[in-house]
């Protein structure tokens, strides 16, 4: 079935520092792909997504591009500041029906100052 | 605003109690879901529901059940609560229009359960 990898955490950067949260996927179709962030004490909410091969998502400062070749999804923002400090999801929508979303199982990020 | 509420941040309950987890949300979505999430493993889908009334198993329902008698309103309930199911539980909704391919998951801000 459809499965999400990422890299595990905890991952401690500096303020200021690039970020890269690597995300890979397998999937038997064309999945739309998507990153969730995580604030503490709260739900996750969606902070980008990506529906077709080489489609850029971003917000926030954050990008994550589409790669059908190397079926990649991988989280960058280039300089991360105390606030971005939360867990972070990949996840993929089989595009072949209605199934709920496949989740990965989430890097946490801590950024100092 | 979209809004998914969860009716408690905070639960205690004793080994052996029914526990009833509500989730509300005011969009108007047709598909709902329940996860719990646990370090390590991130989140896990325990049961989802397309419409009134229907539901469907997700990866472990084993040790819950669900309700879904309104579209607003989205129910998990643990028959006889033990020590393994204290976790993180998160509600979530998406619009049945377009599908979840395409749609934001709105999610609740949690419910964090303690079986003693």
């Known amino acids: 079935g459809d499965s999400v990898t990422q890299m595990e955490g905890p991952v401690t950067l500096s303020e200021e520092a690039f970020l890269t949260i690597n995300c890979t996927y397998t999937?038997?179709?064309?999945?739309?792909l998507f990153w969730y962030v995580q604030y503490p004490g709260e739900g996750l909410q969606l902070l980008l997504k990506?529906?077709?091969?080489?489609d850029k998502g971003s917000n926030k400062g954050f990008e994550a591009t589409y790669r059908k070749e190397t079926t990649s999804f991988h989280l960058e923002k280039g300089s991360v500041q105390v606030s971005d400090s939360a867990v972070y999801f990949c996840?993929?929508?089989?595009?072949?029906?209605?199934?709920?979303?496949?989740f990965g199982k989430g890097t946490r990020l801590s950024v100092i100052a | 605003d979209v809004k998914v509420t969860q009716s408690s941040r905070y639960l205690v309950k004793r080994t052996g109690e029914k526990v009833f987890l509500e989730c509300v949300q005011d969009?108007?979505?047709?598909?709902m879901f329940w996860y719990r999430q646990d370090p390590g493993l991130g989140l896990r889908l325990i049961y989802f529901?397309?419409?009134?009334?229907?539901?469907e198993k997700g990866d472990i329902p084993e040790g819950y059940s669900v309700s879904r008698e309104k579209k607003e309103r989205f129910s998990l309930i643990l028959e006889s609560a033990s020590t393994n199911q204290t976790s993180m539980y998160l509600c979530?909704?998406?619009?049945?229009?377009?599908?979840?391919?395409?749609?934001?998951?709105?999610f609740g801000p949690g419910t964090r359960l303690t079986v003693l």
């Open positions: 996840a993929l929508s089989d595009l072949s029906g209605n199934t709920p979303l496949v």
């Open positions: 999937a038997t179709g064309y999945p739309s």
């Open positions: 990506a529906t077709k091969a080489d």
């Open positions: 969009m108007d979505h047709e598909n």
């Open positions: 529901s397309y419409d009134v009334k229907m539901k």
């Open positions: 979530a909704s998406i619009p049945g229009t377009g599908g979840i391919s395409y749609n934001e998951q709105f």
